[in-house]
């Protein structure tokens, strides 16, 4: 079905799914961002995959040097040129995450909030691509939600539903931690074991966090 973040959730419609009304949505959103900008110390050049429209870099511009994300929607990134312009030190590029060729680049390179499914195709590019894309001694994050999350998250699709912004949800369809829309949508995660596979074909060191009960982050540093 082509990548649905392209082609219908996207700029506008993106940017409803995140203002959410549910407080332990809103907290889940919070707490992941945090955790990564308390590793910060401002000097630090900065990529985030699947950026969007900026959500996440508005929030880290005053704890990094230089942010730039990628996301493959053009709609999503003339948004977020409006959006950022608060934030000079943040730049968005159209650009598939897939076919991202910097090379020792980036300190810190991000793929948030679900970000590895969401970008579809082989987790295992992108994992290959960000490490890539790190100076010696860089760090990247790769964030999935805790099976501790199911409820929450389930009544945040469902409110996304509820607003026209996703299919309906086909609940017959919908357990064990993938969410099955109508419309042919699916959202997926990875599980603890899927993450330890991408550390292991990394190459780098790497460790599993739990943040808040709601996201597993894998996070990999790049040989100095």
């Not at 549910?22 to 110390?41: C, H, M, N, T, W």
């Amino acid at each position: 079905m082509g990548n649905y973040y392209a082609s219908k959730l996207n700029a506008m419609d993106l940017f409803q799914v995140y203002e959410t009304g549910i407080p332990r949505v809103k907290q889940y959103l919070d707490a992941e961002i945090e955790f990564v900008s308390r590793g910060l110390k401002g000097k630090e050049r900065l990529l985030e995959l699947g950026a969007g429209y900026g959500r996440i870099l508005e929030r880290l511009a005053p704890r990094a040097a230089e942010l730039v994300g990628v996301d493959i929607s053009g709609d999503n990134v003339r948004f977020g040129c409006e959006y950022l312009k608060g934030a000079p030190n943040c730049h968005l590029v159209v650009m598939d995450a897939h076919f991202i060729e910097f090379e020792s680049e980036f300190d810190v390179v991000l793929c948030l909030q679900n970000g590895l499914s969401a970008v579809k195709g082989d987790p295992g590019n992108i994992v290959r691509r960000s490490v890539r894309a790190l100076v010696p001694g860089g760090r990247a994050f790769f964030s999935t939600y805790s099976e501790n999350f199911w409820e929450h998250r389930l009544a945040w699709f469902m409110e996304q539903a509820g607003k026209g912004l996703l299919g309906e949800i086909d609940m017959e369809k919908t357990r064990d931690g993938k969410i099955v829309c109508k419309d042919g949508f699916t959202a997926t995660t990875f599980l603890p074991e899927d993450l330890e596979r991408l550390g292991r074909l990394s190459g780098c060191e790497f460790r599993i966090d739990e943040v808040d009960s709601s996201s597993l982050l894998l996070i990999l540093e790049k040989p100095a």
